[in-house]
């Protein structure tokens, strides 16, 4: 790999270790790191005191030039561009101690048209060996002409935030500049950080050239039609998408534009709790050499991984290059949607685990984002709890939620996608009294949106939400398919359904000037 020029990032640094095998970052990241190799040759590390996203230590520059566009508040915390210098300062004043740093260049977003050069400078192998995997991978030919990126991350996330800097409330701070397009890593050594910087950029990046950018997963089936699975961490969007008798186009992040999917990233980034061959076989085989696996437990004699185990946390991960799954299509692009999933993890087990929307409805629920945030995914979170999430990307978005979902609604009305909401949360009662929607059921429902035996199967319209909830799924208890009927005392049932819904209108009310009066009446009736 030729030598590469850190001047104009302030790096000097002797030694620099740029886009490297992952062999030799395995050997860094065992003698260095204290990482370990398990018996299916991925390498297994941990990631410090932070298992989890930080949202609330996440903050973007106030600057003229963008001000007006951002959604400013619980999402997007603004700070100052001199806090952000000295905060970029730190970070790169911490990598030049290092004897040795690492530089992973790559790209986002696999329509040529929308790339984006990604550069990552960090001082730990763990996280250069992740972006090599989480980022499209140049050929040796588009290393050498790289030139200079679109968008640096400085991750120096070992080494804390200076809690007396101005705006800048704890050790953690995670910090974009959308003029200077940089990012700083301090306080917190969890590998999710980086990732989803690079998708928040494209969050802001993508919309202005008509592009909806999209927290979900999709894939094709063997007639070239596109699914989308839009859900928060913990829903499924993995686990659903990654389904043999399809070609899975990416696990998490895309853009849809004129031309169709494409997804946004080269690698998957999978929540392993609970996994085994049985139930996701797939994502199962994917965990081999060149996969990092975050936070597992695994046996120090034997080598092997307790994918059960939430010692560490509930949010272990392993990420994989998406060539890993057998059926990946590469390059990872594809024709416009024919259908559209929300999936929800109903932790209240009032929703239906299948229902078919109007155009409206859809607009409603993908501006409300309704689900349970899962334990671990975030620091904190240690059982589900109630969440609207716009877009169910909230988290993420730089502008406001309606800038998505005008962009949705434009694109589902052009190319004539159906809409579904999918329950993969309770079901019989809430947590702790119901149980789990099983993952076979959920399957079986995705299976028949497919097949399109859904698109006329009967339905009973939910007196409270107003949903068409699909009464008759081949393979699925009909007793859990009204959700009424699951529950031993159907009064219990309208009474927390009643209670959801009502935060489901209080939730909308900051949306309903934006939405218009349609959308606004496709949610639940008072």
Not at 93 to 99: C, E
Not at 133 to 145: D, K, S, V
Not at 289 to 307: H, I, K, Q, S
Not at 318 to 325: N, Q, S
């Amino acid at each position: 790999m030729p030598p590469v020029d850190l001047s104009p990032h302030g790096i000097t640094v002797p030694l620099v270790i740029r886009n490297a095998p992952p062999a030799l970052l395995y050997e860094e990241a065992v003698t260095r790191e204290r990482a370990g190799i398990v018996s299916s040759g991925a390498i297994a590390i941990r990631s410090g005191a932070k298992t989890g996203r930080s949202p609330k230590d996440k903050h973007v520059v106030r600057d003229p030039a963008s001000e007006g566009e951002v959604w400013w508040g619980a999402v997007n915390h603004p700070i100052d561009e001199h806090t952000f210098l000295l905060n970029r300062q730190r970070a790169i004043d911490y990598l030049n101690t290092r004897d040795r740093i690492y530089v992973c260049d790559g790209f986002a977003g696999w329509d040529p048209a929308c790339r984006v050069k990604v550069r990552v400078l960090c001082a730990r192998a763990y996280h250069a060996l992740f972006m090599r995997t989480m980022l499209i991978r140049p050929t040796a030919a588009e290393a050498e002409r790289f030139g200079q990126p679109d968008y640096v991350i400085y991750n120096a996330g070992q080494f804390p935030a200076n809690v007396l800097t101005e705006q800048i409330g704890s050790r953690t701070s995670i910090d974009l500049s959308l003029e200077r397009r940089e990012q700083v890593i301090l306080g917190t050594e969890y590998a999710g950080e980086m990732k989803k910087g690079v998708f928040t950029l494209m969050h802001w990046l993508l919309p202005a050239r008509g592009v909806l950018s999209m927290h979900c997963s999709a894939n094709e089936g063997p007639a070239g039609d596109v699914s989308l699975f839009f859900g928060l961490s913990g829903t499924g969007k993995t686990t659903l998408s990654a389904d043999p008798a399809r070609r899975l186009i990416g696990d998490d992040e895309h853009g849809w534009g004129d031309a169709g999917v494409f997804n946004v990233e080269g690698g998957c980034y999978a929540k392993c709790i609970g996994l085994s061959a049985a139930r996701e076989p797939q994502i199962h085989a994917a965990i081999r050499f060149g996969t990092v696996l975050e936070n597992v437990v695994y046996d120090e004699a034997t080598r092997e991984v307790d994918f059960d185990s939430a010692a560490i946390t509930e949010n272990t991960r392993a990420a994989y290059p998406i060539e890993f799954i057998d059926n990946a299509l590469v390059p990872c692009v594809a024709g416009h949607p024919r259908n559209v999933i929300f999936l929800t993890c109903d932790a209240s087990g009032v929703l239906p685990p299948v229902s078919r929307l109007s155009r409206e409805q859809a607009m409603y629920h993908f501006l409300s984002g309704y689900t349970a945030r899962v334990a671990g995914t975030e620091m904190g979170v240690v059982e589900p709890q109630i969440t609207f999430s716009a877009c169910f990307s909230a988290a993420f978005l730089v502008r406001h939620p309606a800038t998505y979902a005008r962009l949705l609604a434009e694109k589902l009305a052009r190319h004539g996608a159906r809409a579904w909401l999918v329950n993969t949360g309770w079901t019989g009662g809430a947590y702790g009294h119901g149980r789990r929607i099983d993952l076979a059921s959920t399957r079986r429902i995705i299976d028949r949106i497919h097949d399109g035996s859904l698109d006329t199967a009967p339905v009973e319209r939910d007196p409270v939400f107003g949903l068409d909830a699909v009464a008759d799924v081949a393979g699925v208890p009909a007793r859990i398919l009204v959700p009424s009927r699951a529950w031993d005392d159907p009064a219990r049932w309208e009474r927390a359904a009643r209670e959801l819904a009502a935060r489901f209108r209080s939730n909308f009310a900051g949306f309903a000037a934006e939405a218009g009066a349609d959308v606004l009446a496709a949610g639940p009736a008072e």
